[in-house]
């Protein structure tokens, strides 16, 4: 059972390149996000999809796009790569509730460095 | 709305000695509240959970967590730190305005060190 998959693990970008950071999970979860992760400020929401076909964005969803075609992959594009935009991201998912709270574990992939110089 | 305030950035402790790590939260209607820990170069795991049952709350490894709801808290202790408990520790709350997707809300992060 490999749960949440994201590729690759390690990128290094010059500036103004485009990228795509993939993540799959095989869990059948209808809930699937991304997050960044910068020192000191935690972990931060920028896309999250409720299910195939829907996506909406986080608290910092500026210069990310995503798409969600299927349940299990949920990739997210970097048009224009900015140095404000170097580092750890991670892919999460989480069987959906039908309203209320999150109450569940969240299951994270194993990360995405990325450096954008 | 909804923050999240972890006490600390970095904690030391010794061997052998208690662990406490701080979270405190602001939530407009009743929270649930997460410990996820991260390993080096790994993804974040669920440590424990509270849903609105018990208060006092036990997880793995021997964490624990207690909701004090007029202290708006949620630390986490362990009563005798390993080595192998060196990590960051991330306090997280989500509550039933987020059903727009199970929103998760992190704290900062707590990196736990652990000296001989």
């Known amino acids: 059972n490999a749960g949440v998959t994201q590729t690759p693990k390690f990128q290094v970008l010059k500036t103004g390149q485009s990228m795509t950071l993939q993540c799959a999970q095989d869990?059948?979860?209808?809930?699937m996000s991304w997050y960044r992760q910068d020192p000191g400020m935690g972990l931060r929401l920028i896309h999250y999809s409720v299910g195939a076909g829907i996506t909406d964005q986080g608290e910092v969803p500026n210069g990310y796009n995503v798409s969600r075609s299927t349940t299990e992959d949920f990739p997210l594009r970097l048009l224009s790569a900015a140095p404000s935009q170097t580092s750890v991201y991670f892919c999460a998912s989480i069987h959906r509730r039908t309203g209320g709270a999150n109450t569940g574990e969240l299951f994270f992939g194993e990360g995405s460095r990325l450096t954008v110089l | 709305a909804q923050s999240v305030t972890q006490l600390g950035s970095h904690v030391s402790v010794s061997e052998g000695a208690l662990v406490l790590l701080r979270c405190n939260y602001s939530?407009?209607?009743?929270?649930?509240l997460f410990w996820y820990v991260q390993y080096p170069n790994q993804g974040l795991q669920l440590l424990l959970k509270?849903?609105?049952?018990?208060?006092l709350v036990k997880g793995i490894n021997g964490f624990e967590a207690e909701f004090k709801k007029s202290e708006t808290s949620f630390h986490l202790t362990k009563p005798s730190a390993h080595m192998s408990d060196a990590a960051e520790y991330f306090c997280?709350?989500?509550?039933?305005?987020?059903?727009?997707?199970?929103?998760?809300?992190f704290g900062g992060g707590t990196r736990l060190m652990v000296k001989p």
């Open positions: 869990m059948n979860h209808e809930y």
């Open positions: 939530s407009s209607v009743p929270p649930y």
């Open positions: 997280a709350v989500s509550n039933t305005a987020n059903n727009a997707g199970n929103m998760l809300t």
């Open positions: 509270y849903t609105s049952a018990a208060t």
